[in-house]
Each structure stands twice: as C-alpha cells, then as structure tokens.
C-alpha cells in the first residue's frame, strides 16, 4: 500500500510532531513555574513576630531570637494562626508550627539571659571533674577536666587526666559526670 503523501507533507508532519514532543516538557516546566508564583507563603517576617511575642524580646536581644528567620524560606502559607513552644528543656529553642493540611515546623534558636544560663551551667570549662563509669553491680572513678561547659543532664567532652583523651559524660551534679554502661 502506498501512501499519497508527498515526502515533503510527510517532513513537515514529521517535524511539527518533533516541536510538540521537545515543548511538551518546556510548558510543563512554565505553568510550574506560574503556579508557584501565585501561592501564598508565609513571610518570615510573621515567624519573627510570632517569636518575639511569645519570647517576650525581639530579634538579638536577650531572651529572644539569636537571628531573624531566614529571608529566603518558602513555607506554605498558614490557614491558622503560629503556634510557638519551648523545645526542650534548656529553653533556647523556639519551636514555631503551622498547623492544617500543609502544616510545616521550624525551630528558632534564642539568646539566652545572661543570668539564667550561667546559673543553668554547673560545670564551665577547665573544672577538674570526677568521671564516674557506673554499670550493673560496678562503678569505677577516675579525675578528669571538663572540655566545655553544662548544666545538670547535659552530655560534655571531658579529658581524663592520665590518658588524655576526650570522652563524653553526662554531668549528674557539680563535680561529677557519669557514663551508664548496660
């Protein structure tokens, strides 16, 4: 069977499929692009405020946010209002949440008050310390020199003082940090 198209028709069909086929992907990528320009995000500016009005400081100062949220982020736009909470138990993190069907978390890091981080720190760096290994039914001592600083529950690297070498301990009380075994 012969076909009544002239190679020419045949080159320009051929050629126009080719167009469809390779601007498939390029109008793909265009409404994307549309699509992400008209939705909605939520402005840092609005995660910076919700910070400062649950830290009760603003941006650098103490008790408040170290820094101002990063500029650039693009979280989905929040239906209902910023929920924020302490994370953890040393209260210098900001937790911010958006909560609904595109809900998102942040954490802001604080500036702690000078007063309530030095009376959290038990330990400051250069403290001789004891090192207690505690296991089922065993205990072992040694002296050590505390690395850097914490407070009661935190684990610091800790140098021992024959060996010389770094472990890390976590401090129990003032003088004293404890490795469980078992």
């Given at each position: 069977?012969?076909?009544?198209?002239?190679?020419?028709?045949?080159?320009?069909?051929?050629?126009?499929?080719?167009?469809?086929?390779?601007?498939?992907?390029?109008?793909?990528?265009?409404?994307?692009?549309?699509?992400?320009?008209?939705?909605?995000?939520?402005?840092?500016?609005?995660?910076?405020?919700?910070?400062?009005?649950?830290?009760?400081?603003?941006?650098?100062?103490?008790?408040?946010?170290?820094?101002?949220?990063?500029?650039?982020?693009?979280?989905?736009?929040?239906?209902?209002?910023?929920?924020?909470?302490?994370h953890g138990?040393?209260?210098?993190?900001?937790?911010?949440?958006?909560?609904?069907?595109?809900?998102?978390?942040?954490?802001?890091?604080?500036?702690?008050?000078?007063?309530?981080?030095?009376?959290?720190?038990?330990?400051?760096?250069?403290?001789?310390?004891?090192?207690?290994?505690?296991?089922r039914g065993?205990?072992?001592?040694?002296?050590?020199?505390?690395?850097?600083?914490?407070?009661?529950?935190?684990?610091?690297?800790?140098?021992?003082?024959?060996?010389?070498?770094?472990?890390?301990?976590?401090?129990?009380?003032?003088g004293l940090?404890?490795?469980?075994?078992?």
């Amino acid at each position: 069977m012969k076909s009544n198209i002239s190679p020419q028709r045949l080159e320009v069909r051929l050629l126009m499929t080719a167009l469809v086929v390779v601007s498939l992907p390029l109008f793909a990528a265009l409404a994307s692009a549309q699509e992400n320009r008209s939705r909605a995000y939520t402005d840092p500016a609005a995660i910076d405020r919700a910070v400062a009005e649950f830290t009760g400081a603003g941006i650098g100062e103490l008790g408040g946010a170290r820094m101002p949220a990063d500029k650039r982020l693009r979280l989905t736009a929040c239906a209902s209002p910023l929920t924020t909470d302490w994370h953890g138990r040393a209260k210098s993190i900001v937790k911010v949440e958006c909560q609904g069907p595109e809900s998102w978390r942040i954490f802001i890091a604080t500036k702690p008050a000078e007063p309530e981080a030095q009376a959290a720190k038990v330990v400051v760096r250069g403290d001789p310390i004891t090192v207690l290994v505690r296991g089922r039914g065993f205990s072992v001592q040694q002296n050590a020199e505390a690395i850097e600083g914490g407070a009661i529950g935190d684990w610091i690297a800790v140098r021992t003082v024959e060996r010389g070498d770094a472990i890390r301990a976590r401090i129990e009380r003032p003088g004293l940090a404890v490795i469980p075994v078992g």
